[in-house]
């Protein structure tokens, strides 16, 4: 295998072709892909095609479609469940088109219009312990889709296998993690796109994205940066996962930023390659 993993990532996001993505991250050393999910399922097609192109030397991992509560953030990588039966069902359903591990959302997604704001509320800690029981009964392992502390800290708690994004998280989050069997995939590189940051250390700028105010996303990328800062300090498992496909984040490049963001956060690289490798022994079936 090679080094470059991407342990979270999108090949069907603003793309309708999967096989580009797929051709570009192996063409960027990218050996290993584990998918976020994707509203239609047509991650199964592309699970499929990467399997008759071993050519790519691509191992590629996904949960079919996403899932979330109904009415809560989702539908852009998923399918909604309205109570644990439905989302026993959607399991079920994922596992028959060839999921590999599930993926929910605990939260919403970061907002960027004023800080610390997320798009709507967390599940509660006793729904997110259910569902992560019901998905590791079914024998799979949970990523989680999380920001802002509660959730965070639930799914910490509820032994949930990898944390996704984890924005707007603190120190109690940070060291429970340490001491937890869960691994943060912080997607620096796709909450960094909206600060539109460039160049690194003291000599970054910032220009966010256009529509978004500098000051607002400017203060949610270093936040989220102190996280992992503080992360790494802790010991916490972090691994790399740049949310590929999403807005900013190009497939391959993306990938590479990503480790980058996670070498200046003070993430030691055999840690992250670690990290990832154990991603890849847990995320499959
Ligand atoms: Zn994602």
Redesign the pocket.
Known sequence: MGRFYEC?G?VMMRTEDYRASLERMSSFGISYFRD?GDAEGRTAEAKRWVLEHPELGIEYVTPVFATHRKGRYGDI?GRPFGDYKEFRSLIKEAASLGADFVKIMFSGIVTFKAFGELSCPPLEAGEIKELVNIAHGEGFAVMA?TNGKDAFMAAVEAGTDSI?HGVFIDEECLQALAESGSIWVP?LAAIIAFSGRSGSGDKARYTARPGFDAEITRLTAESHMASVRRGAELGAKIAAGS?SG?FGVPAGSGTLSEYALLWECGVPAESVIAVNELIRGRFRR
């Open positions: 979270h999108h976020g990588v889709h996704e997607t949310d999403a």
